[in-house]
């Protein structure tokens, strides 16, 4: 069994995506893009990582910024494309709360996964 | 909390996608499909129920057939949009496999997903 969102030769794995009521999803891409602005310092530097155009990062960004109660990533002043970035502790726990529903979801399935795979894949 | 998968005003829900490793993925539109085909009886009233383009039902069906082991979609005859399909006993036991998934997903995740909204929406 995959635990870590990715399937790989042992077996398949979930891909969680949280539906709020009335604002945006939050799946994977946003998550990881949070991760990359946290590792790179800016917003095209986690871009470029994520192969992802500075103006699709931006505008998620923009998204994960108004969709929860406080800002998730803070943007410094530096020109249109220079200012660093950095994760807020808002963006910090919604990466942690993100991952660990993403474990614990994993956790409870693997054995239906198991099944799943032996029974309709083979 | 919304248990069906389904965001509503208690909570968020979480969507379930089943990535395997060398194959198109499992998510709720295509169990949904397979849904409306046991109801219909047919792709076109299934794509019809769903708001879905016939061709769009049709590749659906497709890959749900050519990505597992067995088909879960078998078609009767009758030209080229006339005739039934019924949902085979593998495409019922995939419906409930990812149902069970989806179910003990959520249930595994409600707490996280409660503090996740106290603190990160409110």
């Not at 398949?12 to 946290?38: N, Q, T, W, Y």
């Not at 192969?51 to 249109?80: C, D, H, I, K």
Request: proline share 4%; aromatic share 4%; hydrophobic share 45%.
């Amino acid at each position: 069994m995959a635990t870590s969102g990715r399937a790989d030769e042992d077996g398949p794995a979930l891909r969680i995506r949280i539906d709020f009521c009335d604002r945006p999803s939050l799946g994977p891409g946003k998550v990881r893009l949070l991760e990359a602005i946290d590792q790179a310092g800016s917003i095209a530097a986690a871009a470029r990582t994520m192969e992802m155009s500075y103006r699709r990062a931006w505008l998620l960004v923009e998204e994960l910024n108004t969709m929860f109660a406080q800002p998730l990533v803070s943007t410094q002043l530096g020109g249109s494309r220079g200012g660093g970035a950095v994760v807020t502790p808002a963006g910090r726990m919604v990466i942690d709360r993100y991952r660990k529903v993403e474990a614990e979801a994993a956790r409870a399935t693997s054995a239906l996964l198991e099944t799943l795979t032996r029974d309709a894949l083979s």
